[in-house]
T-cell receptor
Framework: DGGITQSPKYLFRKEGQNVTLSCEQN?????MYWYRQDPGQGLRLIYY???????QKGDIAEGYSVSREKKESFPLTVTSAQKNPTAFYLC??????????????FGPGTRLTVL | AQSVTQLDSQVPVFEEAPVELRCNYS??????LFWYVQYPNQGLQLLLK??????LVKGINGFEAEFNKSQTSFHLRKPSVHISDKAEYFC?????????????FGAGTRLFVKA
């Protein structure tokens, strides 16, 4: 089955630690995205990537970093510089450059809690 | 910049009653419009999308939405709600003129279904 996997499902971190969230897709999609979800605020875009070895900041990139070394993988690192990292993190992917084919497909999410 | 407003943060409804979840967007140009559903602790799933053509769009699980360009609205409806429809619903918009791949999400509407 094609889809997006995120791991781990739950993650606990001590203050001051960096942590990396995994996102893998086997849909052969060009674009990948990371969102942060907080109650009552919907989804906010952290980073996105249209192609391997290239990515752009979204609306709330401060305190986060990403890499895109392979088409199917887009890991997100939450650094100690992120002041309030406790949230639900969603990874998504989509096709590019086809009219209408731009709906996003989402992974199951990772819930990060800072202790 | 585009924005999406979901007019109700929570909507309570009795089982088998009709429901409408309201969404307005801010754009005077052509847009792609989407409704996604999120069940607790899961990622988002696409319910339906409007790209062009007929203004009435039918989706999965008996949902439909109507695109109204003059009112810049894309309200989601279901004639008879089931207990399993209890979830959070997100309206989203993307701009075809910028590649259509970056999507702006509303804050979400939580649907509560009462037996």
């Amino acid at each position: 089955d094609g889809g997006i996997t995120q791991s781990p499902k739950y993650l606990f971190r001590k203050e001051g630690q960096n942590v990396t969230l995994s996102c893998e897709q086997n849909l052969n999609h060009d674009a990948m995205y990371w969102y942060r979800q907080d109650p009552g605020q919907g989804l906010r875009l952290i980073y996105y990537s249209q192609i391997v070895n290239d990515f752009q900041k979204g609306d709330i990139a401060e305190g986060y970093s990403v890499s895109r070394e392979k088409k199917e993988s887009f890991p997100l690192t939450v650094t100690s510089a992120q002041k309030n990292p406790t949230a639900f993190y969603l990874c998504a992917s989509s096709i590019l450059h086809r009219v209408g084919a731009n709906e996003q497909f989402f992974g199951p999410g990772t819930r990060l809690t800072v202790l | 910049a585009q924005s999406v407003t979901q007019l109700d943060s929570q909507v309570p409804v009795f089982e088998e009653a009709p429901v409408e979840l309201r969404c307005n967007y801010s754009s005077s140009v052509s847009v792609y419009l989407f409704w996604y559903v999120q069940y607790p602790n899961q990622g988002l799933q696409l319910l339906l999308k409007y790209l062009s053509g007929s203004t009435l769009v039918k989706g999965i699980n008996g949902f439909e939405a109507e695109f109204n360009k003059s009112q810049t609205s894309f309200h989601l409806r279901k004639p008879s709600v089931h207990i399993s429809d209890k979830a959070e619903y997100f309206c989203a918009v993307s701009d075809p003129n910028t590649g259509g791949f970056k999507t702006i999400f509303g804050a979400g509407t939580r649907l509560f279904v009462k037996a």
